[in-house]
């Protein structure tokens, strides 16, 4: 099982498409959440988009360290697993961010599931820990 803390090009492949992922934050109580979510890549980092006081939210911005999971769509065999922390979290960009990904995994223009008065936030993740199968 190779180990690295960079993403390389098979791991940015395979989150380049439809590609779901876990990603697991820390509860106050200490104890593990997970979330399914739509993820990009941006260089060496991973890019997550959510909404202002979620659940994940509220994890993140007390403690930024995460864990993610994938397996390729069409290989369950194929899997990474990543472990990281959040190192910039912003408003800015969410909007553009959430209907981005809804091209990719909904193929819609526009991300339809907006929440009266929700304010996007995108959390940028710097992986510590890679590793693949």
């Known amino acids: 099982m190779p180990r690295t803390n960079v993403l ?6 395979l989150l380049a498409e439809r590609t ?15 979330s ?18 979620r659940l994940k939210d509220r994890n993140i911005r007390r403690d930024p360290r995460v864990a993610l999971s994938a397996v390729h769509p069409s290989d ?9 922390r959040v190192i910039d979290i912003t408003e800015e960009g969410g909007e553009e961010g959430i209907d981005r990904l809804a091209r990719k995994y909904l193929g819609t223009e ?9 304010v996007r936030v995108v959390y940028t993740i710097q992986p510590d820990f890679v590793a693949t199968l």
């Open 110 to 118: 526009r991300y339809e599931w907006r929440r009266p008065g929700e």
């Open 36 to 53: 399914p979510v739509w993820v990009e890549t941006a260089g060496d980092t991973i890019v997550v988009n959510s909404a202002v006081g």
């Open 20 to 34: 779901f992922v876990h990603l697991a934050t820390t509860m106050a109580d200490g104890g593990p959440q997970v």
């Open 8 to 13: 390389a090009p098979k791991i940015r492949e």
């Open 76 to 84: 369950p065999y194929q899997a990474v697993m990543i472990r990281g």
